[in-house]
């Protein structure tokens, strides 16, 4: 896993299962000012449910969610 990301995934490890849900709704169905960051936390929150039931696959970085068009 990317270092980069480790302080993502202790953070996630932290929140409650309902906290993790309510993460989850809020990057879906929030404001879709940044759609890009908001689909890679829904993927983080997503990755971290699927950690917790035992599925092992990697957490990718936000730029695999992130359109370069957004970053200008």
Known sequence: ?????????????????????????????????????LAWIGHAANWEQHRRAGSDFPLQPPAAAIHRADWT
């Not at 896993?1 to 953070?11: E, F, K, P």
């Not at 989850?24 to 890009?36: D, K, W």
């Open 1 to 37: 896993m990317d270092a980069s990301l480790q302080a993502i995934v202790a953070a996630l490890a932290e929140l409650g299962d309902d906290e993790l849900s309510a993460l989850i709704t809020t990057a879906n169905s929030g404001p879709q000012m940044a759609p890009g960051l």
